[in-house]
């Protein structure tokens, strides 16, 4: 709802107020007219202009150096909140009234002038009223209305009436015409057609009925209405018919509800009623059949299928309801406890009439007890409870006799004990509970005129006090009891006997049972203070089943106080926080508070009457509300409200949205914050809500707020929706919004990623192809050189030794012999060396041939017989320079060492793979030696020190006349195969 105010405009969403003043954008605080056209455009009537709100805009103050007449709007900004339009006329710029018919044009009110705004909504367009009469400054327009004819009617601030026709013709009404002022407040047209006219205060005032058919230059006055003829005041200031056909007169000194009689035309109501202030200044209805008055201390709703409240001024005894019962012959009565008296105040059909009844002088204490107390039987004798029993008032024609007849006191129970409850079951006997010294149930039988203690038998005593009675369809009558201990009980008594229920056996009976109630289908409810509200659907069963309904149910508080029924089968439950309605066939509950007119949110007393009204006492005052049947439910709204982005508000409208299309947001912003609300909830209801996050289930909440912080990278739907009391629920409002991943994540980085991974991978692999392209040109380089530079002067230097050793005369001989075999011997280790380097015997097959051949050289110019055995299945292994230079040599040394100084005649050799271990084994049958680290040879040493360089393990196992055995073990780090 929006309110109009000196100050600016407000908007309640049913949670809070949204103000917009000039802060906001608007021309000028004082707010006149608010209308929503057709396609939901809103327009809001200033003393500065004409503001129409753009829901998306930003807020910024209203800058007047900026505003520039038609045929432009103001727009200071074109992102703004408000667009604010003028007339040419600078007398026109306040803007008094709005008016859209039913084409969609809009009419506006200024003050000096009525205009039209034009089909592009750019400008206002001037209508022409006619011309003016002499001394007319101003042309003040204060209410337009069109009629079921066509007619527009304008009610002006000084200058009469105007009836533009449908056919464009202007007519203007004034005292030549009947009128008995031409100070125009307000012009309403009813359902049945009637035109009224308000007027306010000037040379007359009051209200004017307008004949069916006005002519000029005759009187259009029906009939004329002011104090006399019983309204409330003389100036008017609205009119209005609400949705039940009631015709309401806003005045100066209270609110009319127009009654039409010919003694009284009015049903006033004032401060007295309920009303902040008796100044009426407008009134309307909401969509819920509401009425809601603008009065000069604020608004005020009365509800039209809420409550209506009574205290003091209206007849009541006090604030705090003791009792409601009603008489034999159907008249209402409420009585109250001040301690040291009990009047009673009966009902009048409008209001309560106070009954002080004559009690003795030395009553000074009333009692307690509450609901059950006062009571008139049916005999129509009165019974009130005292501080020592109860008084008796015989049968009188007219209740407010009880304040003349002189009661009989009569004394029940043992002394100091005081009534705590009064009931009269279906055969006339009454049942008493008492309280005080001893906590007693008594029983007076009519037919036998005989008092029953029933303490004893019952359990009542000093910690179970009988607190409620009930009579149920079957003829049982129940009785619950109260206690601050675990000894709760509920009592049956049937067929003259009695059974008692415990609390020990039934855990639901706890605390006390402050009223009992049997509904229309015969079940028995129960107001626990301590376990809520219990129904028991047997009661005629050995063994109680009760249903339970606390708060997890719907119910306010799990402290119950009163139950009754309504005629359409709800539950009306008061407790210490409001009034819970319960539907039992659908679970459904609504809850009422002082928001929807309880004077009290404490609700202690139920009662219904045979009229189907419900009452309602509280702790301020007494409450009745008529039920209605319930009305076809439409759905509610869900609107998002609010949007922030890591604490950032983001551009919403200030209406809500039901949609927020998909937001993209930076890597970083990962903390997104929803604010939601529900609209169209009916008296009493409160909403409650359902969200779900992507394919997430549906989350129930009371808040209307919502944070989702630390979102990973993504697309993120986010939907919410209303649900009523009935479980009738809204469509969904959604937000979608996508979290830009972080830069290393997106795909063009990773892609980016992966080529230059790629190319860098390809890049290293081939340089190091080149280099090791380079590397085998060299060694083959270094091996060509070798064998073709210094293997050729090698052997050259071997023949010319031969040459020279055969020349030779002089007895140099044995020296040319050594060079020659120091050159073959170089020949041999550099044609080992060219072997070792050149690319070409990498593998191990290649080593093998050479370990192969080089032995068949060796061992056959000595005769010894050898045993080769050569690995098959691995001879396409990579093997590196260095391990095959120093296997071969190792290999070399051990085989020259067999040949030269064993004297063996067989070797074998056993040369393997097994396990990426490269195992030889060269054994002879020689003379063998005796190993002695001190004293081996050159040769032992270099192959253990080349086996030790290779992390091999080299072993030599020789002895006297046994052979030897050199075993070499060598671990390959990598298996590579040609």
């Known amino acids: 709802m929006w309110f109009c105010t000196q100050e600016g405009i407000s908007r309640s969403d049913g949670y809070a107020f949204t103000n917009f003043t000039v802060n906001e954008g608007l021309p000028d605080r004082h707010v006149n007219d608010f209308l929503e056209t057709g396609d939901g455009t809103i327009w809001i009537a200033t003393d500065g202009g004409l503001a129409r709100l753009n829901p998306t805009g930003i807020r910024f103050p209203f800058d007047e150096s900026k505003q520039i007449p038609n045929p432009q709007s103001q727009i200071p900004n074109p992102k703004s909140l408000f667009t604010v339009y003028l007339p040419d006329n600078e007398r026109a710029k306040e803007i008094t009234v709005l008016f859209e018919d039913e ?315 005081q009534i705590f409850r009064f009931y009269e079951d279906s055969r006339g006997d009454f049942w008493i509970a008492t309280v005080g010294e001893a906590h007693e149930l008594w029983r007076w039988q009519r037919s036998t005129d005989v008092l029953q203690n029933l303490t004893p038998e019952l359990g009542i005593g000093k910690y179970r006090i009988a607190s409620a009675f009930v009579e149920d369809k079957s003829g049982n009558l129940w009785i619950g009891t109260g206690t601050d201990t675990n000894d709760a009980a509920l009592i049956r008594y049937r067929d003259g006997q009695f059974k008692v229920f415990p609390q020990s056996e039934n855990s639901s009976l706890a605390g006390w049972m402050r009223d009992l109630f049997v509904d229309g289908k015969g079940r028995l409810w129960i107001a626990d203070s301590t376990t809520g509200l219990l129904r028991l659907n047997d009661v005629n069963a050995d063994r109680l089943n009760f249903i339970g309904y606390t708060p997890a149910e719907g119910l306010s508080s799990i402290g119950v106080s009163c139950v009754t029924e309504d005629a359409f089968g709800r539950i009306y439950v008061g407790t210490g926080r409001g009034l819970d309605r319960l539907n039992p066939e659908t679970g459904q509950i609504e809850n009422f508070t002082t928001a929807d007119g309880l004077p009290n949110s404490e609700v202690t007393i139920a009662y219904r009457d045979r009229q189907n009204n419900l009452w309602f006492g509280t702790s301020d005052g007494l409450a009745r509300f008529v039920p209605e049947p319930e009305r076809p439910r439409q759905p509610p709204n869900v609107l998002i409200t609010g949007l922030r982005v890591s604490g950032v508000p983001q551009t919403v409208s200030v209406l809500g949205e039901k949609q927020i299309a998909l937001l993209e947001l930076d890597s970083d912003q990962r903390q997104v914050t929803i604010d939601f609300l529900g609209l169209g909830a009916s008296l009493g209801e409160r909403l409650k809500y359902e969200y779900r996050f992507d394919e997430s289930d549906w989350t129930q909440t009371a808040e209307r707020t919502v944070n989702f912080a630390n979102l990973s990278a993504g697309a993120y739907q986010f939907e919410v929706r209303a649900q009523t009391a009935d479980r009738i629920y809204s469509q969904t409002a959604t937000v979608s919004f996508r979290i830009a991943a972080p830069i290393w994540q997106r795909w063009w980085f990773v892609a980016s990623v992966l080529l230059l991974t790629a190319l860098a991978i390809y890049l290293f692999y081939k340089n190091r192809v080149a280099r090791l392209l380079e590397m085998e040109r060299m060694r083959t380089r270094i091996a060509t050189d070798l064998h073709d530079d210094i293997g050729a002067n090698l052997t050259r230097i071997s023949l010319l030794s031969e040459v020279a050793k055969q020349k030779s005369t002089n007895g140099n001989g044995n020296l040319l012999t050594s060079i020659a075999d120091i050159a073959r011997e170089s020949v041999a280790s550099m044609n080992d060396i060219v072997w070792a380097i050149s690319p070409d015997h990498d593998s191990l097959l290649d080593l093998t041939v050479r370990m192969r051949r080089h032995a068949e050289e060796i061992f056959a110019l000595r005769d010894i017989d050898l045993e080769f055995h050569a690995p098959a299945s691995d001879a396409d292994l990579k093997l590196s320079v260095g391990v095959r230079r120093d296997v071969l040599l190792i290999f070399k040394e051990a085989v020259n060492n067999a040949a030269r100084h064993s004297d063996c005649t067989k070797v074998e050799i056993d040369f393997r793979l097994n396990n990426a271990m490269l195992f030889l084994r060269i054994e002879d049958n020689g003379k063998g030696f005796v190993t002695d680290a001190e004293n081996d040879g050159q040769g032992l040493r270099s192959m253990t020190r080349r086996a030790g360089a290779l992390g091999g393990n080299l072993k030599i196992d020789s002895s006297k006349s046994t052979g030897t055995i050199v075993e070499f073990e060598l671990p390959l780090p990598k298996l590579s195969r040609v």
Request: proline share 4%; glycine share 12%; with cysteine.
């Open 103 to 417: 084409s969609g044009r809009i009419f506006v009110g200024t003050s000096d002038g009525l205009y039209e705004l034009a089909n592009d909504r750019t400008k206002l367009e001037l209508v022409n009223l006619g011309e003016r009469t002499s001394g007319e400054e101003r042309l003040g327009i204060t209410s337009i209305i069109k009629d079921r004819r066509g007619a527009m009617w304008i009610g002006t601030l000084e200058s009469g009436l105007f009836w533009i026709q449908p056919s464009g013709a202007v007519e203007r009404f004034g005292i030549a015409d009947g009128l008995p002022d031409t100070h125009i407040s307000v012009v309403r047209e009813d359902k049945s057609g009637r035109l009224w006219v308000g007027l306010r205060p000037n040379k007359s005032t009051g209200l004017l009925l307008l004949v069916a058919e006005p002519q000029k230059n005759q009187s259009i006055v029906e009939r004329h209405y002011r104090e006399k003829e019983g309204l409330p005041a003389d100036w008017i200031t609205d009119l209005f018919e609400s949705s039940d056909g009631k015709f309401w007169v806003g005045t100066t000194l209270g609110l009319c509800e127009w009654q039409g009689g010919e003694t009284s035309v009015c049903k006033t109501y004032t401060t007295k009623n309920d009303l902040c202030d008796r100044e009426v200044w407008s009134i309307t209805e909401d969509k819920d059949n509401n009425l809601w008055m603008g009065t000069r201390c604020g608004t005020k709703k009365w509800t039209r299928y809420g409550f209506t409240t009574y205290k003091e001024a209206d007849g009541m005894g006090g604030p705090n309801a003791n009792s409601i019962f009603e008489t034999a012959a159907g008249e209402l009565f409420v009585s109250f406890s001040n301690g040291t008296s009990r009047p009673v105040s009966r009902f009048d059909g409008e209001r309560f009439e106070l009954i002080k009844p004559n009690f003795p002088v030395k009553n000074n204490y009333s009692g307690w007890g509450w609901k059950q107390t006062v009571w008139q039987d049916r005999s129509g004798d009165w019974w009130f409870p005292n501080g020592t029993g109860l008084y008796h008032f015989p049968q009188t024609a007219r209740a407010a006799d009880l304040s003349k007849i002189v009661p009989q006191e009569i004394v029940v129970g043992t002394k100091k004990t």
